[in-house]
């Protein structure tokens, strides 16, 4: 299951001559990843990426991947080793339950989950499977096949070519994380929350429910309603805010402090307030607004100096 972010990024032995593999973006020295990136950047925008003067949020997202990674980065977007981080910064409350962590797929303990769960590479994203049925999963052996395969790929592969050199997931020591499936597909109340953090300080606020297109609220860090879009296909929909809202972005705002630009993911289950993760290059600076100036607005809010 590859998400379409990947599909979409996934582009290198289309993009030219020299054709991109994995193999190769994997063995380049680093003082080569401006110029493929700028290569990929061009292919998936259309537009030319100006790394000595980033002006828009997509070129300075760039600008971050590059020039910006950090051990720390790394270590947060773990998904094992990020658990850590914030239980001594915010507390374990906020952590999602974990039913098993280890490196073979093999050595799962099926019998021993509940049935519905959600099994995680901790060095990509949207490296995962969902399982709402366990019996089923395990009757369909072709499909426990496809899976045990793709997690056996994943823990011996880098995530960081796939997505456009989003360098702090080169060096993740793969695992595989399971957590119980958190989502009541029937329970309106769920929603996902993603506070956009600026030099520090949580700016965007936005709530995004569960639905088809999905419905999604913005604010500022007032609370003020916005009427903004980060992708095209999501619906906007004007709600007040929520003491759920409120407190993610009071928990971001202690975690967000010492980078330039961080998204902290939560979700809302059963009114419980849950860490997600840390997104520090979000959508990999390819975002396509539906609105052209955002990015450019969004460009000024960031200073990367």
């Known amino acids: 299951m590859v998400s379409d972010l990947l599909s979409k990024l996934n582009i290198f032995k289309n993009i030219g001559d020299p054709p991109y593999s994995y193999d190769e973006i994997i063995r380049l020295d680093e003082k080569d990843y401006p110029k493929y990136l700028k290569k990929i950047y061009k292919k998936i925008t259309k537009e030319n990426l100006n790394l000595k003067n980033p002006k828009s949020f997509n070129e300075k997202i760039q600008w ?13 977007t773990d998904k094992v080793l990020v658990r850590d981080w914030i239980k001594k910064k915010i507390g374990d ?18 019998d021993e989950l509940p049935n519905r769960f959600i099994i995680k590479a901790n060095n990509g994203c949207k490296w995962q499977f969902i399982i709402k049925n366990k019996d089923v999963f395990l009757e369909k052996k072709i499909l426990k ?9 994943w823990m011996v592969q880098s995530f960081f070519p796939f ?3 989003e360098l702090q997931y080169k060096n993740i020591e793969p695992q595989i994380l399971i957590e119980p499936l958190l989502r009541d597909e029937v329970n309106e109340k769920d929603y996902e929350i993603e506070i956009y953090c600026f030099n520090g300080s949580p700016k965007i606020l936005q709530k995004i429910k569960y639905s088809h297109p999905r419905e999604v609220c913005v604010y500022d860090e007032h609370y003020n309603l916005l009427d903004i879009k980060f992708k095209a296909d999501y619906n906007i929909v004007f709600q007040p805010s929520d003491d759920n809202l ?4 009071a928990l971001s705002d202690r975690l967000c402090r010492e980078f330039k630009l961080v998204r902290v993911d939560w979700m ?11 997104t ?4 990999s600076g390819f975002y396509e607004f539906e609105d052209k100036s955002l990015n450019l607005k969004l460009g000024n809010m960031l200073n990367l100096k």
Do not use: H
């Open 64 to 76: 971050l991947k590059l020039y910006d990674s950090t051990l720390l980065k790394t270590q947060l």
């Open 93 to 110: 409350e906020y952590l999602k339950p974990v039913l098993w962590i280890g490196k073979n797929f093999d050595d799962i303990p099926f």
């Open 145 to 153: 096949e496809i899976v045990r395969s793709r997690f056996n790929g």
């Open 163 to 165: 997505a456009g050199f």
């Open 246 to 249: 409120k407190l993610a972005a």
């Open 268 to 278: 809302v289950y059963k009114n419980c307030l849950y860490f997600n993760e840390m």
């Open 280 to 283: 520090f290059t979000p959508f």
